[in-house]
């Protein structure tokens, strides 16, 4: 019998999740001694009926569960379940952990781990404070774990790679669908330095229901969660929650009282959650800061996380004017008007100037916030 033949066939008998799964576990110690226990044994379990249990004794493995076996082992993906030494040892603690995971690459070992989440559709600040505060963390020894969606997660892992650490991606979908569309190149480079994760099929679609499921994969192999930019209602908050629920630390980094995108992050900070400008705030409350930080990563993490810009060579007054009036948020073309008194239309110019000179970026809605060479 295929050693992880009891897990699947365990795992995909209807009425049995993760919680049961886990009851099961705990009174039985392995799958392969449910399939072999009686009625009697089995409905001594909280939450096993007797019709439960019969549907454990009855049941046949489904065909497509057969599938997706061979299909992990022909994509070169590992199988790792609860009982293995490599599963990540945070994660069995909370109350539902997933009986199995997928695994591409190599999970990493130990419980250094935070958690990092946040908008897909980020501002510059939040993208370049994600990336310093991840690479500085990684510098340190620190795993950083994300979902690879676009945006925060995104620079998360990306700023993990830069600082020479480990990083982990949790799917919303099977590893054989590289979700986003487009991050095949970042699917692959996380799993060699790192890990590609999912509790889904092989098979299976990005659904949208799955992504508050793997949520509390995020937050569960982690020590804390760290949120960066998320609006009231988000899926970051959803994370930041159930961490709180599993007993984990909690962190925001701070944005600006005028974007939309930092009132999830402001609000979590008015509630307790730790606030985060740096690394060294995540690794002191933690107490993860290593004895002899790399003189690199020391020096980053004093560096601010949007520096007001320099004075720009070249420009007319008016262009320097409305280059210092802008920030890492982007701003309203009716409150430039309204904080530099400019006409609309010389506003307009030097706007347009400054976006060819890739020193001003505009978003829809005319919206307008520093440029790429700024950030």
């Known amino acids: 019998m295929d050693q992880y ?86 994660l069995r603690h909370i109350p539902d952990p997933p009986p199995l995971l997928y695994v591409y ?47 925060i997660d995104t620079r998360a892992h990306q700023g993990a790679m830069e600082g020479g650490g480990k990083t982990v991606a949790v799917l919303g979908c099977g590893l054989g669908k590289v979700y986003p569309r487009g991050s095949e190149e970042l699917y692959h480079k996380i799993a060699q330095n790192g890990a590609v994760i999912s509790e889904f099929p092989v098979g299976s679609e990005p659904e949208a229901r799955h992504f508050p499921i793997r949520n509390r994969i995020i937050s569960g192999m982690c020590k804390a969660v760290l949120v960066v930019e998320a609006a009231q209602k988000s899926g970051s908050l959803i994370t930041a929650h159930l961490a709180a629920e599993q007993g984990r630390e909690v962190f925001a980094v701070p944005g600006s009282v005028e974007s939309h ?70 701003i309203h073309i009716d409150v430039l008007v309204q904080r530099l008194g400019m006409p609309v239309g010389a506003l307009s110019a030097s706007l347009l100037q400054l976006e060819l000179k890739g020193l001003a970026r505009q978003e829809p809605g005319k919206l307008f916030s520093r440029g790429t060479s700024l950030q």
């Open 261 to 330: 995108k930092s009132a999830g992050t402001n609000r979590l900070i008015k509630q307790g959650a730790g606030l985060a400008e740096s690394a060294q705030d995540i690794l002191e409350a933690l107490a993860l800061s290593s004895h002899e930080p790399a003189a690199r990563s020391a020096t980053a993490m004093e560096e601010p996380l949007n520096p007001a810009p320099a004075p720009a060579m070249g420009l007319a007054e008016d262009e320097q004017t409305v280059l210092e009036a802008l920030g890492p948020y982007p």
């Open 105 to 151: 690459g190599e999970l990493p070992e130990g419980e250094r781990n935070v958690a990092v989440v946040g908008s897909r559709s980020a501002t510059y600040y939040g993208l370049d404070a994600t990336f310093k505060i991840c690479r500085d963390l990684a510098d340190q020894g620190v795993v950083v774990v994300s979902g690879m969606a676009r945006g």
């Open 5 to 90: 033949y009891p897990w699947f066939f365990l795992k995909s008998v209807p009425g049995i999740g993760n919680l049961l799964f886990r009851r099961l576990l705990e009174r039985f110690s392995h799958p392969e001694e449910v399939i072999k226990a009686s009625q009697a044994k089995l409905t001594a379990v909280q939450g096993i009926s007797p019709r439960l249990a019969r549907a454990i004794l009855n049941h046949k493995m489904p065909g497509h569960v057969l599938d997706d076996m061979k299909a992990a082992r022909q994509s070169g993906f590992k199988i790792v379940t609860f009982a293995d030494e490599e599963y990540p040892s945070l």
